[in-house]
């Protein structure tokens, strides 16, 4: 009887111990997520922003959020994130939504779109004007949460081996280009492919395509692009390139509420920095392009062809409209945003750009 009773309350207070240290138990509970990435390993800029994000998380969060990367190396699957963070293989991912267009047409409206937002105005769609909320609207019958992973800014119209001086010069083009610029393209008679990073030199150098659109300098000038295609035009197609970080639902729900609003500050905070950094170090490659590289013949598309894409691009994007409910509701929705907020742009870095040219 003396035995039972001992028994009872070693039990008694063993339960009240638990209960006690639960807690602090749960507080030091480390949480571990896998990060697939479309880069190759230690690809600058973009392999940045991810490293930048994961280790952003495990100080914030004092060791309890740890984030492994995979580069594309290690998964073989450049342009398989979508499927990979939605299967729950991966717990995260970062890339670009166009690339997964073919899974769901509605994500790669969040990426950047031709003759859209310059990248603080799609920043600013995104945070405060409804973008965020339409981007969860996509995402979620998939089991995904969709973050801004990273802007590169308004990137470069791509490398070509021949000047193009026309529309008729467009027909026929292998040009390596993703997203929507790459369905207005194939309207007007070019032939759009798409490439991982890692083969884009290669597939240059031996004609499987004529010309290709990377970044800007920020990243092409270190892919050796010059050296077979000197035309090297403006932009029309990402005027805003935003990467994505995907992150499983499911998995995201079992973090703490702490975790889950550390993971989402390391993320914002991360593209960010990737977008400052993008900025920088295309000012520096432009420098180094125009002193050290001064047979690259930086060109504009002429207005005829810029007027061609754009009707390609309205048709397109009209199209779409009407074929999709929740497509109307976010081409309208980026639609009424830019006619608002470039008003302002306009009035305030255009006229201030403006007042300053010779």
Do not use: C
């Amino acid at each position: 009887m003396i035995h039972l009773k001992f028994t009872g309350k070693l039990l008694s207070a063993l339960a009240l111990a638990a209960t006690l240290l639960s807690p602090a138990m749960a507080a030091d509970k480390v949480y571990k997520l896998k990060l697939a990435e479309s880069w190759p390993p230690n690809f600058p800029i973009f392999g940045g922003a991810t490293k930048n994000m994961a280790a952003m998380a495990e100080k914030m969060s004092n060791g309890r959020l740890k984030i492994t990367i995979d580069a594309k190396n290690k998964h073989k699957a450049a342009f398989g994130i979508f499927d990979m963070v939605k299967s729950g293989q991966y717990d995260m991912g970062h890339s670009a939504s166009y690339y997964w267009k073919g899974k769901d047409p509605n994500t790669l409206y969040f990426t950047t779109m031709p003759f859209g937002m310059i990248a603080p105005e799609q920043y600013a769609w995104f945070y405060h004007g409804g973008g965020m909320e339409l981007m969860k609207k996509v995402y979620d019958k998939h089991g995904l949460l969709s973050f801004p992973g990273g802007n590169t800014g308004n990137q470069m119209g791509g490398w070509f081996r021949k000047e193009i001086k026309s529309v008729d010069d467009l027909k026929g083009l292998k040009m390596r280009i993703p997203g929507f610029a790459g369905e207005v393209l194939a309207k007007v008679g070019a032939k759009p492919t798409n490439i991982p990073a890692g083969e884009l030199y290669t597939a240059l150098e031996r004609n499987t395509i004529d010309a290709l659109e990377w970044v800007g300098p920020s990243l092409d000038l270190r892919m050796g692009f010059h050296k077979i295609a000197p035309y090297y035009y403006t932009g029309w197609h990402e005027p805003a390139t935003e990467l994505q970080f995907l992150v499983n639902k499911r998995k995201f729900d079992k973090l703490p509420p702490d975790l889950q609003e550390i993971l989402i500050t390391a993320m914002k905070t991360a593209a960010y920095d990737m977008y400052i950094q993008s900025y920088h170090e295309s000012a520096e490659n432009w420098a180094k392009m125009k002193t050290e590289y001064p047979n690259i013949k930086v060109k504009t598309f002429p207005k005829e062809v810029m007027d061609a894409l754009r009707k390609a691009n309205e048709a397109l994007l009209a199209e779409r409209a009407a074929a999709d409910p929740l497509a109307k509701e976010v081409i309208e929705s980026q639609k009424n945003y830019l006619a608002k907020v470039r008003k302002w742009t306009d009035i305030s870095d255009r006229a201030y750009l403006d007042s300053l040219s010779d």
